[in-house]
């Protein structure tokens, strides 16, 4: 019974001892496993950031090129048509469309006058009235013609009449590529003449007004005597 003891003794701690240092190295292998599986994830998520990263750029060439049929391959054909008129408006100016200019825009200048029926005369800096026409230019009365409305927007420029409320219009040449254009405002109480002159390649310019004490060419709207 003595020498069973002590055999009994050594196994257990024997026994005991083998049993922790198995724990240990479960201990061991389970801390490295987690270690392992930490270094993957890290390793995963930060591809993963860089793959976020750079797909937004991919997408949007992506996009870029390869729009689907609809709005957005339209919209892109639009800007591109877009840029284009905005070349050609740069190169030319679209006539048609010209910006209007305001007669209250300018500062009028007085000139002298010897003729007695003027009551006084001015001046200013007066652009052309933008033209349609090409060169060479010749004046054109008929009323319904180009030439003869950008003439009256001319007239117009210079005194602040309205086409439409041009009484008694007479318009006679005064050389070749100049004009004179008296009339009345509609309430016949101011008169004026316009001196008118056609600037190559720009158009029509007003140079001169006469504010007028009479409607100097009244007479050409009265019956004749033969009439009568």
Not at 202 to 212: A, E, K, S, T
Request: glycine share 4%; hydrophobic share 35%; charged share 30%.
């Amino acid at each position: 019974m003595e020498s069973e003891y002590p055999t009994y003794s050594r196994l257990n701690r024997y026994q005991k001892k083998r049993k922790n240092t198995r724990w240990l190295l479960f201990f061991a292998i389970a801390g490295f496993a987690l270690a392992v599986c930490l270094v993957v994830v890290l390793a995963l998520s930060g591809s993963n950031e860089e793959a976020a990263l750079r797909d937004p750029d991919v997408t949007t060439e992506d996009s870029d090129t390869e729009s689907p049929a609809g709005d957005e391959g339209d919209h892109g054909d639009q800007n591109l048509d877009t840029s284009d008129q905005l070349s050609d408006e740069d190169e030319e100016p679209d006539l048609e469309q010209p910006v209007e200019q305001d007669p209250d825009d300018f500062v009028l200048e007085t000139v002298a006058s010897s003729d007695e029926n003027v009551m006084y005369a001015y001046t200013s800096t007066w652009e052309p009235i933008p033209t349609v026409q090409e060169e060479p230019h010749e004046i054109t009365w008929e009323q319904s013609s180009v030439d003869w409305k950008e003439m009256m927007k001319a007239a117009e420029l210079a005194t602040g009449v309205n086409v439409d409320e041009m009484y008694y219009l007479w318009v006679s040449g005064n050389g070749p590529q100049s004009v004179i254009a008296t009339f009345s405002n509609s309430a016949m109480d101011e008169h004026f003449r316009v001196y008118i002159t056609w600037v190559e390649e720009q158009g029509w310019r007003p140079d001169q007004v006469d504010i007028l004490y009479e409607h100097d060419q009244m007479h050409r709207f009265q019956p004749s005597s033969s009439e009568e």
